[in-house]
């Protein structure tokens, strides 16, 4: 490779960052995200989500649905410029039900930010997905939101994220006041006051005066009793908190912490920049012939979603691919690792939520949008030069399962059409039933919202109603052996054998009690909670 592309591959990943934010519903994760893509500069004005009819809907919220309820059920991945960085925005699903459609997304991103209401603290998805981002061994930068209400003593809230999620924490910055004496925070590394001035809805960047911490004006503009309270918390903080680690960081052992209110923009900038001070660059990935490179010469990337209709004019299907390594340029010919024929990547797209735009190259750590003509499945591999695989995306045991059904014949190539399209893109697992003779299609979710949003969207994408009939079983395993391993088992009872997606022998049990005996009945079966990959190697 001529040195002059080695230097700009090198120079690209230098300045490239991406994240993926992770929270509990509700939290305002969608309201950070907009706010974020404000000070980038991608969009003029946010878009809360429960704002008034008249402001405009969330960007990141694409799918009719999603704006209707006000909630996140689909990743989106948003792209912008700051301060020379080209930053890769991976917004997940805030919505339980959608954790897999999460984990996908994860599996893309080289940092999260775990984003925390100030007045609930830990909330039971965030602990769910903090678990996922150790799996990873993810760096963690947590934005403690909603400064603007009353909320929980900023020290209580650090002291909950180290006794429970087991890490150090380090306040980068500082809340003065909270609720309606929220009035900035203190930049510790810098050593200066924030002071924001307060704009309707923070539809607008949000103008602040900078103080420094020993300025004899501070109590012109800082209310007496904020600012001394403000001196005796930063007391304690100095006397019990540890220093700050930047290698911890990027273990995933420390998180930096920044207080702030994503809806009055408060403390959102001063939280951007930091996070480029010390977010990780792309890093090397695991692969089948090691761990490669961002700087490896040669073209590689992984598909980590696939989305159906994300514009309904054109009824498209776009694969979502993070580039590991070397220059992607538009046109090229690539190797498909899973079914070894050559792919030519035309008409390549750069994201921003439903919105896109053709792209000439890009680079380790951008996400580009494929036109996926039924080539791609979750976890595919593609690549140039030497073959090599990434690992896999594995899916996870649903908990609830229904027969979906056409009462309508005459719509059956549309059925078809849009279960196809919907499994391929992970929105559900969908299996079959091992006989023959019951043909319907079997929903396989984490939660009910999924069932709606396949509903949903055969409904408005594919003009199809359905029903559904709940099926009375709560865990799936995978059958480690195959077809031949269910024969020799013969029969068991309180279950129902399916296929997946690959086809593969899949057990659904009644509950955790049928699951223990079917083990002491059967010992000689080994069951999985989680299905081998389809597509790349499987993780370790």
Known sequence: MPAEIQTEIQEAVESRRNFAIISHPDAGKTTLTEKLLLYGGAIHEAGAVKARRAQRKATSDWMEMEQQRGISITSTVLQFLYQGFQINLLDTPGHQDFSEDTYRTLAAADNAVMLIDAA???????????????????????????????????????????????MQTYAVNWPIGMGDRFQGVFDRVHRQIHLFERRAHGSKAAQDTVIDLGDPRIEEFLDQELYYQLKEELEILE???????????????????????????????????SFLDYALKPESRKSSQGNI????????????????????????????????????????????????????????????????????????????GLNNPGVFAIGDTI????????????CFSPEIFAY?????????????????????????????????????????AVGQLQFEVVQFRLRNEYNVETTLEPLSFSLARWVAGGWEAVEKAGRVFNTMTVKDNWGRPVLLIRNEWNLGQIMADHPELKLNSTAPVGAGIQPD
Do not use: W
């Open 120 to 166: 609930k603290g830990l909330e039971p998805q965030t602990r769910k997905l903090f678990q996922v981002c150790q799996m990873r061994s993810l760096p963690i930068f947590t934005f403690v939101n909603k400064l603007d209400r009353p909320g929980r003593e900023a020290l209580e809230l650090l002291d909950e994220i180290e006794q429970e999620l087991g």
């Open 239 to 273: 006397e019990i908190a540890a220093d700050f680690d930047l290698e911890q960081v990027h273990a995933g052992k420390m998180t930096p912490v920044f207080f702030g209110s994503a809806m009055t923009n408060f403390g959102v900038e001063l939280f951007l920049k």
């Open 293 to 368: 490179e961002p700087t490896y010469p040669d073209f590689t990337g992984f598909v980590f979603k696939l989305q159906a209709n994300m514009d309904p004019k054109h009824r498209d299907r776009v694969a979502f691919v993070r580039v590991c390594t070397g220059k992607f340029e538009k046109d090229m010919t690539v190797k498909h690792a899973r079914t070894g024929k050559a792919v030519r990547l035309y008409r390549p797209e750069k994201l921003f939520a439903q919105g896109r735009e053709s792209l000439d190259v890009a680079y380790p750590g951008d996400v580009i």
């Open 383 to 394: 690549y140039n030069g030497k073959k090599l695989e990434y690992e896999g995306i594995p």
């Open 404 to 444: 979906i059904k056409n009462p309508n014949p005459s719509k059956f190539k549309q059925f078809q059409k849009g279960i196809t399209e919907l499994r391929e893109e992970g929105a559900i697992q969908i299996m079959y039933s091992a006989d023959e003779f019951k043909r319907d299609p079997i929903l396989a």
